[in-house]
T-cell receptor
Framework: RKEVEQDPGPFNVPEGATVAFNCTYS??????FFWYRQDCRKEPKLLMS???SGNEDGRFTAQLNRASQYISLLIRDSKLSDSATYLC???????????????FGRGTQLTVWP | GAVVSQHPSRVICKSGTSVKIECRSL??????MFWYRQFPKQSLMLMAT?????????EQGVEKDKFLINHASLTLSTLTVTSAHPEDSSFYIC???????????????FGPGTRLTVL
C-alpha cells in the first residue's frame, strides 16, 4: 500500500469556484503533514503545513484528521494562478534514525479556467 | 527564504556517459540533503539521503554504484549518474534540510530540478 494516496484528478473548475482535495496516509506514525504545490516542470514548493486544529492561509484551508489518517485542502475563490499540481506530503522518522523523511503523494492536478 | 540551487537545469547526453548534478544551499548550511527522482505524472521518489561527511543512505531498489552521491561540504552535494541509459531519463530534484533556525526542523527546501534526457 502506498504511503500517501491522492486522487490524481484532474480537477477543472471555473474562476471563483471552491475546490477540495483529499489525501490519506497509511502509517499512523507519521508526524507532520504538508501540502506542496508543483507547477509544470518545476520543483515542489511548500504551500502550507497541516495541523490537527486546522489552519488557514488566506483562501487556503487545511485539515488533518489523525484518527482517520486523512488530510484535506480547501481552496476558496479559485484564481487562474492556482492552476498547478497539489502534492500531499507526510513526514515521519525512519526506524533507527533521528532523521525524518518526506513521503509524497502523486499529486492532484488542478486547472482553473476563466 | 532559504535557497537551493541545482546545476545543470537541463542535460541531454548519450547513452553510456556519466552526468554529474550539483545541489547547493546558497544561504544556509545543510547537514542533510535528499535526492529525488520524478517520472512524468508520478510522485517524487526519494533515491537517497546524504549527510555531510558520511556515506549516503540509499532507498531500496536504488543502485548505489550507479547513482554516486558525494556530500563534501555543508553547502554542496553531488549526484553522478554513471553509464546513463534512456530509462534514467527523469527529473532529478534535490532538497536540503536546514541546520536550524530556518523554519520548522523538518522543513526541506527544494532545488529547481535537473531534467535529464539520455539518448
Amino acid at each position: 500500500r502506498k504511503e500517501v494516496e491522492q486522487d490524481p484528478g484532474p480537477f477543472n473548475v471555473p474562476e471563483g469556484a471552491t475546490v477540495a482535495f483529499n489525501c490519506t496516509y497509511s502509517n499512523s506514525a507519521s508526524q507532520s503533514f504538508f501540502w506542496y504545490r508543483q507547477d509544470c516542470r518545476k520543483e515542489p514548493k511548500l504551500l502550507m503545513s497541516v495541523y490537527s486544529s486546522g489552519n488557514e492561509d488566506g483562501r487556503f484551508t487545511a485539515q488533518l484528521n489523525r484518527a482517520s489518517q486523512y488530510i484535506s485542502l480547501l481552496i476558496r475563490d479559485s484564481k487562474l494562478s492556482d492552476s498547478a499540481t497539489y502534492l500531499c506530503v507526510v513526514n515521519r522518522d525512519q526506524r533507527g534514525s533521528t532523521l525524518g523523511r518526506l513521503y509524497f503523494g502523486r499529486g492532484t492536478q488542478l486547472t482553473v479556467w476563466p | 527564504g532559504a535557497v537551493v540551487s541545482q546545476h545543470p537545469s537541463r542535460v541531454i547526453c548519450k547513452s553510456g556517459t556519466s552526468v554529474k548534478i550539483e545541489c547547493r544551499s546558497l544561504d544556509f548550511q545543510a547537514t542533510t540533503m535528499f535526492w529525488y527522482r520524478q517520472f512524468p505524472k508520478q510522485s517524487l521518489m526519494l533515491m537517497a539521503t546524504s549527510n555531510e561527511g558520511s556515506k549516503a543512505t540509499y532507498e531500496q531498489g536504488v543502485e548505489k554504484d550507479k547513482f554516486l552521491i558525494n556530500h563534501a561540504s555543508l553547502t554542496l552535494s553531488t549526484l553522478t549518474v554513471t553509464s546513463a541509459h534512456p530509462e534514467d531519463s527523469s527529473f532529478y530534484i534535490c532538497s536540503a534540510r536546514a541546520v536550524k533556525k530556518q523554519g520548522p526542523p523538518d522543513t526541506q527546501y527544494f532545488g529547481p530540478g535537473t531534467r535529464l534526457t539520455v539518448l
